[in-house]
């Protein structure tokens, strides 16, 4: 299994912008499909967008045209860092943020992603 580490999460405004970053432990040498979930407490996690290992995107409703997924292969050490672009942030996009990696085709397939990062908070005030 390959770990993942989130980082960028925080506190911005409503109507502001946010990058997140997925980093592996390893090299995975684009070996997976990822994707970006959110959940707020007393919620299902829900899914925000996913990118296929042939770099097909996919995002729900609630995030189309305001957030972007992208991945940078490094071809210094094989890893694949995962982006999230979230521009004209929502009080509703309030949620813990977490990275996953899925067999290659599970595209936006939630129960098919079984690696997850440790989340990472984002909070948008009004």
């Known amino acids: 299994q390959v770990q993942l580490v989130e980082s960028g999460g925080g506190l911005v405004q409503s109507g502001g912008s946010l ?3 997925c980093a592996p432990s390893e090299r995975t040498l684009r070996s997976y ?20 290992w042939g770099d ?28 999230l672009r979230m ?11 977490y990275c996953a990696a899925a067999p290659i085709g599970a595209g936006p397939r939630t129960p098919l992603y079984d690696q ?11």
């Open 33 to 52: 499909d990822m994707g970006w979930f959110r959940q707020v407490p007393g919620k299902e996690r829900e899914f925000v967008a996913c990118i296929s």
């Open 87 to 97: 521009n004209s942030l929502k009080p509703e996009d309030t949620a813990v943020y």
């Open 116 to 126: 997850w990062g440790q989340g990472t908070q984002v909070t948008v005030s009004s």
């Open 56 to 83: 097909s995107t996919f995002y729900s409703d609630s995030v189309k045209g305001r957030f972007t997924i992208s991945r940078d292969d490094s071809r210094d050490n094989g890893k694949t860092t995962i982006y």
């Open 19 to 21: 990058r997140l970053s």
